[in-house]
């Protein structure tokens, strides 16, 4: 690990503005993806800005009736949260079925949204990625590709998205809101925070330099089934092949987000009308375009079979 100097900030405003004052500095909260990163020397910031002081650890009601959730909540905390696991079941199912107890004592919010895209060789510094070394190419491209993404790819990178908490919010229509270096504020929609890749895959989101996540806020309860189901080759410590978040009215339409297809969370509002007829008619929607290599081509199919199976699993509820 290269050597870095270490500050914690007192406000979130102040965060944002110190980040902008040294060249490669980094917020840090709990790590859990960024120490990892620096130990490896893919991550090599220059300074860190400690964020854990800024009291965004709270869940609070919002008068539109939905709930404003810190940057800084755990993800055992909010997974846990009475209201979460009443009012929006699809999160709350999303967060468990991710990592591991230990780092979900210690993953936040914020730092769950910003998990880095990622695959086999974003962690090998000895093969080509596009992700860590801009113009380097993409060892996957023609490489082991049985994990990677299979819609909304390019000619520079096919990794898939790790968040299982992301799925769910994409699903929710959650809000991310944030603060900038000038002390301006915003409000950045989940269908517009995270990007495809592109020629710029290292660009992983549509924040600015050095803009910190305050909080994330989720609409009025949608009511329905909420459902989670996450299909991986062992049952726990490994990432989706594909997950489908789901929330399915008792006439049987709904929202559906998928995992482990693309370079983000998966979701096309356009073909949600079809979920009524089918998982075959939906997955054909909304997969429309998608590229796979013959390494991952079952990822197709097993989209169709476990879309069929959270459809079958919302009538029985209902």
Avoid at 186 to 208: D, K, Y
Avoid at 244 to 267: C, F, N, T, Y
Wanted: aromatic residues 4%; glycine residues 8%; positive net charge.
């Amino acid at each position: 690990m290269r050597p870095f100097t270490y500050l914690r900030a007192k406000s979130p405003a102040e965060a944002a503005a110190l980040a902008a004052q040294v060249n490669g500095s980094r917020f840090i909260a709990g790590g859990t993806n960024l120490l990892d990163l620096m130990k490896l020397e893919i991550e090599t910031p220059t300074h860190l800005i400690d964020v854990n002081g800024l009291e965004l650890d709270r869940i609070e009601d919002t008068p539109e009736g939905g709930l404003r959730i810190g940057a800084l909540v755990r993800n055992t905390d909010l997974a846990a949260d009475p209201r979460i696991r009443k009012d929006y079941g699809v999160l709350s199912r999303a967060l468990l079925a991710g990592a591991s107890g230990q780092l979900r004592n210690v993953a936040t919010t914020a730092g769950n949204l910003l998990q880095r895209t990622r695959c086999p060789y974003f962690y090998d510094t000895y093969q080509a990625c596009n992700k860590r070394q801009p113009g380097s190419g993409c060892a996957a491209i023609g490489g082991f590709s049985r994990q990677s993404a299979v819609i909304g790819v390019s000619d520079a990178c096919i990794a898939t998205h790790p968040s299982d908490m992301a799925i769910a919010m994409r699903v929710l229509d959650a809000q991310v809101e944030t603060v900038r270096p000038d002390g301006t504020t915003r409000v950045i929609a989940m269908t517009n925070f995270h990007r495809l890749p592109g020629n710029t895959p290292n660009i992983e989101t549509t924040l600015a330099p050095n803009e910190l996540i305050t909080a994330v806020t989720l609409p009025a309860p949608l009511g329905g089934t909420h459902i989670y189901q996450k299909v991986r080759d062992r049952a726990s410590y490994a990432f989706a092949l594909i997950s489908v978040g789901a929330v399915i009215q008792a006439d049987g339409s709904g929202r559906v987000a998928l995992g482990g297809v693309a370079h983000k969370p998966w979701r096309v509002e356009a073909a949600e009308s079809a979920m009524p007829k089918g998982a075959k008619a939906l997955t054909e929607r909304l997969l429309a375009g998608a590229t796979p290599t013959h390494e991952n081509a079952f990822k197709l199919t097993l989209v169709e079979r476990t879309l069929a199976s959270v459809i079958a699993q919302a009538r029985a509820q209902a």
